[in-house]
């Protein structure tokens, strides 16, 4: 007897709801740049298991897509997490009210 | 046996993700990270994602982890490796456990016979999802290449110091 995907679908939706939690929780910014990945990993399983449920790979070709913008993301955003700490030398999104530096 | 699976690996998930986010240490939090990834590609696999799971492996686990960790390093100073070992135990349990590992990979490699009979051979999923990407969504795979260029010059701006 095989899982149908609502299941995945409901861990899908936990996962992301756990990953908004740390965002909305955490101050510092690389625990939130992970709690995101948890968020981009949750679309990603309800991607694939909707391609399983319609028989159709556009799904994963469509994680492809997510994954290679994830890396990019993650380059960039870590990148300025450090451009920042290099002025401020703290580490916490509550000191960051300027979109400047 | 396929809801034993999903019911475990959904537990390891949901669990390193509460750990990540409930973890006051950024180390802590990106091995957890990395546990749910791939506990993530496991799911892959149940759902015949072969090159997902691979993917997802090399590009998550791999590459993007291994940011993060060394983005820790330089930012977070941690304490330094001198002084008493707080956790002598766990490390005079470390050759024991590969040694139990190496056996079981073993005795794996030796006993085991290739794909289960009864199955047809895997119909190619990757193969199919090449063909799409070349096909149907060959711009926004071509866009792809551009963003990671831009993301890449970028990243060199950004990270340069400031003359």
């Given at each position: 007897?095989s899982?149908p ?6 861990l ?8 908004v ?6 101050r510092?910014p ?5 709690s995101?990945?948890l968020m981009?990993?949750a679309?990603?399983l309800?991607f694939?298991a909707f391609?399983h449920?319609?028989g ?5 070709a469509l994680?492809f897509f ?10 960039v ?5 450090v ?12 000191d960051l009210n300027?979109?400047?530096? | 046996?396929e809801?034993v ?5 959904s537990?390891?998930a949901?669990?390193?993700?509460l750990g990540?986010i ?7 939090g990106?091995?957890?990270l990395v546990?749910?990834l791939g506990?993530?590609a496991a799911?892959?696999l149940m759902l015949?994602a ?19 960790v060394f983005?820790?390093?330089?930012l ?8 008493p070992?707080p ?5 005079l349990?470390?050759l024991p456990?590969g040694t139990?590992?190496?056996?079981l990979l073993v005795v ?5 016979r290739?794909?289960a009979p009864g199955r047809?051979p895997?119909t190619?999923n990757?193969e199919?999802i090449g ?6 969504y060959?711009f926004p795979?071509?866009?792809t ?8 010059v ?8 400031r003359?």
């Amino acid at each position: 007897m095989s899982v149908p995907p609502t299941y995945y679908l409901a861990l899908a939706a936990a996962l992301f709801s756990i990953g908004v939690v740390g965002v909305i929780i955490r101050r510092n910014p690389l625990v939130i740049f992970m709690s995101i990945e948890l968020m981009l990993n949750a679309a990603n399983l309800s991607f694939v298991a909707f391609g399983h449920r319609l028989g159709s790979p556009d799904g994963q070709a469509l994680v492809f897509f997510v994954m290679a913008v994830a890396a990019a993301e993650v380059a960039v955003g870590l990148a300025i997490i450090v451009a920042i700490f290099r002025v401020r030398r703290r580490l916490s999104v509550d000191d960051l009210n300027l979109m400047r530096w | 046996m396929e809801w034993v699976a999903f019911v475990v690996i959904s537990l390891i998930a949901l669990g390193s993700a509460l750990g990540l986010i409930l973890n006051r240490n950024a180390i802590h939090g990106a091995l957890f990270l990395v546990t749910n990834l791939g506990s993530i590609a496991a799911l892959y696999l149940m759902l015949g994602a072969e090159f997902l799971a691979a993917a997802q492996v090399i590009v998550y686990a791999g590459a993007i982890m291994v940011l993060f960790v060394f983005a820790i390093m330089v930012l977070i100073p941690g304490k330094e490796e001198t002084g008493p070992d707080p956790r002598r135990v766990w490390r005079l349990l470390a050759l024991p456990a590969g040694t139990a590992l190496l056996l079981l990979l073993v005795v794996m490699a030796v006993t085991g016979r290739g794909p289960a009979p009864g199955r047809p051979p895997a119909t190619g999923n990757v193969e199919t999802i090449g063909r799409l990407l070349f096909t149907d969504y060959l711009f926004p795979f071509e866009l792809t290449s551009v963003l990671l260029l831009a993301a890449m010059v970028g990243v060199l701006l950004l990270a340069r110091r400031r003359a």
